[in-house]
T-cell receptor, first 113, second 115 residues
Framework: SQTIHQWPATLVQPVGSPLSLECTVEGTSNPNLYWYRQAAGRGLQLLFYSVGIGQISSEVPQNLSASRPQDRQFILSSKKLLLSDSGFYLC????????????FGEGSRLTVL | AQSVTQLDSQVPVFEEAPVELRCNYSSSVSVYLFWYVQYPNQGLQLLLKYLSGSTLVKGINGFEAEFNKSQTSFHLRKPSVHISDTAEYFCAVSELSGGYQKVTFGTGTKLQVIP
């Protein structure tokens, strides 16, 4: 069966420090991968998606970047965090086909102080 | 461009009472529709989905939703809620855009079940 894992689960970082959140998927190949950010009262905002290794698309301009160094690995990064980067970050993957059904990781809560 | 509207940010309901969580969408093409549930500090889990066929869709935990194309709605219902249904519920619409399946979420509805 397929599984998706994110880490770390929680992170407290000072403003201006770097960030690296990692997401891995097991049990499937060539998944579509997504990073979402969830802020209170604003639902889920799509940050990045990837259809393959090295292929990253950004939905909104921001202080963050994403990379996909391996087929089942998706990394969210920042060189210098801002206060506004605080939030709950969710990684998700999509099965083959076009149903658009997403499977989510457990989430990573980032607090920038 | 597609969008999803969940007008109710919070819905309090007594235990064993029925509940309806509203969702309206807009899209220029055929879409797939989903409801997800999120428990505190966790990721989202799929409750149910509409892809095609019968407009009444049944999901897990006794939930169901009805797709209404003329009203562009996909409301979620449960005839009798339990305390364990307290969670946040997200409606989502998916359509093919730019070569990939773009999924747009509503802002969520917090369901609070009162004992």
């Amino acid at each position: 069966s397929q599984t998706i894992h994110q880490w770390p689960a929680t992170l407290v970082q000072p403003v201006g420090s770097p960030l690296s959140l990692e997401c891995t998927v097991e049990g499937t190949s060539n998944p579509n991968l997504y990073w979402y950010r969830q802020a209170a009262g604003r639902g889920l905002q799509l940050l990045f998606y990837s259809v393959g290794i090295g292929q990253i698309s950004s939905e909104v301009p921001q202080n963050l970047s994403a990379s996909r160094p391996q087929d089942r690995q998706f990394i969210l990064s920042s060189k210098k965090l801002l206060l506004s980067d605080s939030g709950f970050y969710l990684c998700a993957w999509k099965k083959g086909g076009h149903t658009g059904e997403l499977f989510f990781g457990e989430g990573s809560r980032l607090t920038v102080l | 461009a597609q969008s999803v509207t969940q007008l109710d940010s919070q819905v309090p309901v007594f235990e064993e009472a029925p509940v309806e969580l509203r969702c309206n969408y807009s899209s220029s093409v055929s879409v797939y529709l989903f409801w997800y549930v999120q428990y505190p500090n966790q990721g989202l889990q799929l409750l149910l989905k509409y892809l095609s066929g019968s407009t009444l869709v049944k999901g897990i935990n006794g939930f169901e939703a009805e797709f209404n194309k003329s009203q562009t709605s996909f409301h979620l219902r449960k005839p009798s809620v339990h305390i364990s249904d307290t969670a946040e519920y997200f409606c989502a619409v998916s359509e093919l855009s730019g070569g990939y399946q773009k999924v747009t979420f509503g802002t969520g509805t917090k369901l609070q079940v009162i004992p």
